[in-house]
């Protein structure tokens, strides 16, 4: 995959998803006009979905940009994902957003840093639900995917796609060591998938549950200047 997506093309992700709506248009219009026009406002929707917007990115010191289109599900202490074990409760904190099928679907990387790990856990593809209980269950037994960047001071920040009844491809191919900016395009949840984004425990975030953000131009957080937890 290029690094190089054009503002306002299909993003490089989202192609898979176009040409199996376009051949599906085909097949349908040889069946019924009616059917085929349907099928024609589904890849015209679709290609609203799957491009990579003409964005004004949010450039600035300490600042963590939304990674995603979405709502606000949670915003949370917790740990660093693969330190359950030895961190401490409020070693982090987790801010989780929902990819509705009506946003934008290309996510950005939320700050300008190396990827230090880009790892895929397999698993189910349940729905979240809409309690506390039934997302701490989809989170455990999900697929999910976890990026990790690490800035230039040395701070951490994980984000996480995780799966869901619709989001059955978690796509992000750069390979540990990557540098990005913020706002370079990093992936797709191939459709409608939950994010969770895990910053150090002492970054400042005002956003609250229900919040719409926009990727790019929402600032979720903002960090500490010291390095963090999680920092190893």
């Not at 051949?23 to 406002?41: D, K, N, Q």
């Not at 913020?182 to 549950?209: E, I």
Request: proline share 4%; with cysteine.
């Amino acid at each position: 995959m290029s690094d190089q997506q054009d503002k306002g093309a299909i993003a490089n992700d989202g192609w898979p998803v176009l040409a199996a709506a376009g051949l599906t248009t085909i097949l349908l219009s040889f069946m019924s006009p009616v059917l085929g026009a349907f099928g024609l406002g589904l890849l015209l929707w679709l290609a609203h979905l799957l491009r990579n917007p003409d964005r004004a990115i949010i450039v600035a010191q300490d600042c963590v940009i939304a990674p995603i289109d979405g709502v606000v599900m949670a915003v949370t202490a917790d740990v660093f994902p693969g330190q359950e074990l030895d961190a401490e409760p409020d070693d982090a904190m987790r801010i989780t957003i929902r990819n509705r099928l009506t946003d934008v679907q290309i996510a950005l990387s939320p700050v300008t840093g190396h990827i230090t790990e880009n790892a895929l856990y397999p698993g189910l593809f349940n729905s979240w639900g809409d309690s506390d209980d039934s997302w701490r269950q989809a989170r455990d037994i999900n697929e999910r995917r976890e990026i990790c960047f690490r800035d230039e001071r040395g701070r951490i920040v994980t984000l996480v796609q995780l799966a869901t009844r619709t989001a059955r491809q978690l796509v992000c191919r750069h390979n540990e060591g990557k540098f990005l900016r913020a706002g370079d395009p990093l992936g797709m949840a191939r459709m409608g998938g939950v994010y969770d984004l895990y910053v150090p425990q002492a970054s400042r975030c005002d956003l609250r549950a229900g919040q719409n953000v926009i990727a790019g131009e929402t600032v979720i957080a903002r960090l500490a200047a010291r390095k963090g937890k999680g920092s190893a």
